[in-house]
């Protein structure tokens, strides 16, 4: 369901996740049950909580459940990068470690055969590196290489005479273990995206994401949104992708396993093989814990829990700044890809995420975002410059959950307005609009967005 009026009109109230909605607005406010869960549900939820939040350890040890850890990994546990279930963040300075920081590798197209290939599998792994940089390992085990960050800056001048500094992040890489990496190399940075919600978004129908698709923008109003299909390792097709930075997975299960495998070195019935290339004869002969090494119902745990983080409440909805802020929303065209509303379809089985309205503000398309913020590593039906509109409920508590406001994939903004300057190609309009209006009204817009 969209709005169908200006939707200011439609005076939404304070719970941006319906029902599953709560009230908190500290340090644990993205780590909340869904408040219509039952009893239960929370006994499971807090189960999953467990396996999420605590980390895991080298095979063999007596913690059969949670043992297997590596042998190549960027964290021991979902937690360090997903940040009191929040966002992600680059490195601080001085830190000696990325640890919510991933890089995504992959070698670039060079032939029909090879897009071919990426539209059916999402990617051309590195045949040293696979198609993620880890840097860390257990004893015996070369990490894979050491991750870098310096910046480029440049700066941007609003209407009113205020400048802006933003800062795009330049990765380097030092101790490549497993060989060179040769030009034929895509890198992409990515920070850990917040977590509420996801059963929500899970909850809505192929056919509400599809609708809003405009592949060709036949409407004329520069925006085309596209669904990515991707892989779907159970049902072994091609299916619309909706989470991740290029939408390119398409259930919260799979999302999950796939973390464990990439992020964490744990297999699963649906990734069973270890996170090791051929080349990397120590990490395929380390000891493993168990096959696979998280049970299906440790996965279900986990995966239940991540569907039924609670969305915080909105705030200060009665303040006539965040009334006007609102308006410049619409006004700016954001709510062309940052959709505002929708209704869940009936779920016999997911009673707390049945039939909800929500205001998520994204559409789960993918967008180009013009050359700017290009990575330039396709995946699946995913250009090198389309990104999915990331959600933007429980934005303006980003700070006060996880210590920092670092926003995009890259978390190269530092704030909303950062972001907003950074967009580009199908947003550069609302950009530019932004840059254009007055400081009252651009400060309205962030008192807005600061009360999602």
């Known amino acids: 369901m969209l709005c169908l009026l200006p939707c200011w009109l439609y005076a939404f109230g304070e719970k941006s996740g319906g029902n599953t909605s709560v009230s908190k607005t500290d340090n644990d406010a993205f780590s909340l049950a869904a408040a219509n869960l039952s009893f239960e549900g929370r006994l499971d939820f807090n189960v999953g909580n467990s396996f999420f939040r605590n980390p895991w350890v080298i095979a063999p040890a007596t913690t059969t459940a949670r043992d297997g850890l590596g042998p190549l990994f960027n964290t021991n546990g979902c937690q360090n990068c997903h940040i009191r279930d929040g966002r992600g963040h680059l490195p601080a300075t001085g830190d000696d470690n990325a640890v919510s920081l991933l890089v995504r590798l992959s070698l670039k197209p060079q032939s029909p055969e090879d897009w071919q290939r990426i539209r059916q599998h999402g990617v051309i792994p590195h045949p040293e590196y696979g198609d993620q940089l880890q840097d860390f390992a257990i004893p015996g ?21 205020q400048v802006v500094r933003l800062r795009k992040p330049i990765l380097s890489l030092s101790q490549l273990a497993y060989g060179p990496l040769d030009q034929q190399v895509a890198f992409s940075m990515r920070i850990a995206p917040p977590m509420i919600g996801l059963g929500l978004l899970e909850a809505l129908s ?32 091609l299916v619309l992708g909706r989470f991740g930075w290029k939408a390119e997975q398409p259930t919260l299960r799979q999302q999950n396993a796939a973390a464990f495998n990439g992020d964490i070195g744990i297999t699963s019935s649906l990734f069973p093989a270890e ?67 929708y209704v869940t379809p009936a779920l016999a089985d997911r009673a707390p995420l049945s039939e909800q309205t929500i205001h ?41 959950v996880s210590g920092f406001e670092h926003y995009l994939h890259d978390g190269r903004a530092q704030s909303l307005l950062e972001a907003i300057l950074w967009h580009g190609g199908e947003g550069k309009p609302s950009r530019d609009y932004v840059v254009q209006t007055s400081p009252a009204k651009r400060d309205a817009l962030l008192a807005f967005l600061n009360s999602l």
């Open 141 to 161: 085990v070369e990490s894979e290489a050491q991750l870098h960050i310096d910046y480029e800056y440049h700066e941007v001048t609003l209407s009113g005479g």
């Open 360 to 400: 998520p503000y994204t559409d789960l398309l993918l967008h180009d975002m013009g050359p700017e913020l290009a990575d330039d590593r396709p995946v699946f039906s995913a250009s090198g410059s389309e990104w999915r509109t990331p959600p933007l409920w429980g934005i303006g508590l980003t700070g006060v």
């Open 275 to 341: 996170n090791c290339t051929s080349v990397q004869t120590a990490c395929r002969q380390a000891p493993a814990g168990g096959v696979p090494e998280v049970s299906d119902k440790i996965l279900n745990l986990v995966t239940f829990y991540t569907s039924h983080l609670a969305v915080p409440k909105r705030r200060n909805t009665d303040d006539p700044q965040v009334k006007a802020g609102e308006a410049v929303f619409m006004d700016a065209g954001c709510a062309g890809c940052h959709r505002v509303q």
């Open 206 to 237: 192929d056919g509400q994401i599809k609708a809003l698709a405009d592949p060709e923008d036949a409407d004329g109003d520069g925006i085309s949104g596209r669904w990515n299909p991707v892989w779907d390792v159970t049902q072994q097709q």
